[in-house]
């Protein structure tokens, strides 16, 4: 089965960038995509297709996805931010990343 | 704006069948894929499967031979059903759009199913 890795945590400084990877065999020739979950809320989709955003997800989202790394990249990192993020990629099924809890602080 | 809603039993006796629907509302359920998907309490995500609106189905090899996922285009509703219930089982069962690419665009608000005598 194929298997996506992310950190447990990340710690951010409000007004910093944050960064959380997500990492699988060769993931960088499948698409990536990131949903951002707070507690007791559905996830929601924040990046598909590798760096696309949805409406009304701020700009200050990204993705980048090459090699065996995606990675979503979260600029001017405000309070609203912090969830878990769970990275996802297509491989005869839908497979989900561990998540990584974001932390504002 | 597609909007979708789970409804389920809530509680599930060991070795039962566990069966949610999803209504879909704000758009047709044809021309998609429809996903289940669980979280256990505390746990990160797992796709149970998915159908597309033709009947064709995908399942989770760990989860296929107990499960289930059926659509009624008439009611704009899909199903599942997980046979063989036990604890490990418990967890918050959402359903989702699931475009053509893998990704899902809209998820209903998770129905809580417990598993327990």
């Known amino acids: 089965s194929y298997d996506l890795t992310q950190p447990p945590s990340v710690s951010v400084s409000p007004g910093q960038t944050a960064s959380i990877t997500c990492s699988g065999d060769e993931l960088g020739d499948k698409f990536a995509s990131w949903y951002q979950q707070k507690p007791g809320q559905s996830p929601v989709l924040v990046i598909y297709?590798?760096?696309k955003r949805p409406s009304g997800i701020p700009e200050r989202f990204s993705g980048s996805n090459s090699g065996n790394t995606a990675t979503l990249t979260i600029s001017g990192t405000q309070a609203m931010d912090e969830a878990d993020y769970y990275c996802?990629?297509?491989?005869?099924?839908?497979?989900f990343g561990g998540g990584t809890k974001l932390t504002v602080l | 704006q597609v909007q979708l809603q789970e409804s389920g039993p809530g509680l599930v006796k060991p070795s039962e069948t566990l069966s949610v629907t999803c209504t879909v509302s704000?758009?047709?359920?044809?021309?998609?894929?429809w996903s289940w998907i669980r979280q256990p309490p505390g746990k990160g995500l797992e796709c149970i499967g998915d159908i597309y609106y033709s009947g064709s189905t995908n399942y989770n090899p760990s989860l296929k031979s107990r499960v289930t996922i059926s659509i009624d285009t008439s009611k704009n509703q899909f199903s599942l059903k997980l046979s063989s219930v036990t604890a490990a089982d418990t967890a918050v069962y959402y359903c989702a759009r699931r475009a053509r690419d893998g990704y899902f665009d809209y998820w209903g608000q998770g129905t809580l199913l417990t598993v327990s005598s």
């Open positions: 704000g758009g047709s359920i044809s021309s998609y894929y």
């Open positions: 297709q590798d760096r």
């Open positions: 996802q990629a297509w491989d005869r099924i839908a497979v």
